[in-house]
């Protein structure tokens, strides 16, 4: 990736800036400083400042925006490695409802299977029992 050229005005002043950032992107850059500086230059008392004092707090209004930028930037990806670990949990406890559910429907086939063997054998046992009766009955 080659170095690229732009131009850029703030503050009513034109620079030429290089880098590997595309222009958009810069002009936006630019775009944002001037909205700093224009916010800086309409507030009460701001013209009796001197250059160096401007400039300073100008500095740290847009460190001020950076750092609470990125604060909320490590809260969201707190969250999201949060909701991360819940989703995770949620397969597993999906996954484990899943294996107990399994377990359960072959006990349930089991004593279905169960229950026929005993209702055979029952059957069996009745019809023996009504033949010994009927047998000692004749």
């Known amino acids: 990736m080659s170095a690229k050229k732009s131009e850029v005005l703030i503050g009513g002043r034109v620079y030429t800036l290089s880098g590997y950032e595309e222009e958009e992107y810069l002009q936006k850059v630019a775009a944002y400083i001037n909205n700093k500086l224009t916010e800086f230059s309409e507030m009460e ?3 009796h400042l001197s250059a160096d004092m401007r400039a300073t707090l100008i500095e740290l209004n847009i460190a001020d925006d950076f750092f609470k ?11 999201i490695e949060r909701k991360d670990k819940e989703i995770y949990d949620l397969k597993h406890d999906r996954i484990s409802e899943q294996i107990r559910i399994e377990t359960l429907e072959e006990n349930v086939r089991n004593l279905e299977t169960e229950n026929k063997e005993l209702k055979a054998i029952k059957a069996k046992l009745e019809a023996s029992l009504e033949e010994s ?3 000692s009955l004749n």
């Open 45 to 47: 008392g701001a013209a």
């Open 133 to 135: 009766l009927l047998g």
């Open 69 to 79: 930028a990125k604060d909320t930037i490590e809260k969201q990806e707190a969250d």
